[in-house]
């Protein structure tokens, strides 16, 4: 097996999926300055996720709204002046 094929700070890391509380624990470089305690006991160092395969549509097979950043609103409140009718204006014509 060659030597040095892996990065120095190649350890146990536990992600966790933020929006279904669910984590796993597995080897990886990405960097943390978080830590949690694992099942076993031991302390690993924790990177956080907003979705993953287990709250991602494609693999649950269900559909989840998430929006933790409030994209949603920053888009309705953005493009309000555009709208085909007022909030004062129903829509309908007479």
Do not use: Q
Not at 36 to 64: A, C, N, Q, R
């Amino acid at each position: 097996m060659k030597k040095d094929t892996h990065p120095s700070n190649y350890r146990f890391v536990v992600f966790k999926d933020f929006s279904s509380d669910d984590a796993f624990l597995t080897r990886s470089c990405a960097p943390s300055k978080d830590t949690i305690v694992w099942e076993d006991g031991k302390e690993y160092p924790l990177v956080k996720l907003e979705i993953s395969s287990y709250s991602h549509p494609f693999y649950t097979g269900k559909m989840k709204f998430v929006d933790t950043a409030g994209r949603i609103d920053k888009f309705n409140k953005k493009f309000a002046k555009f709208s085909k009718f007022s909030k004062t204006d129903s829509g309908s014509e007479s």
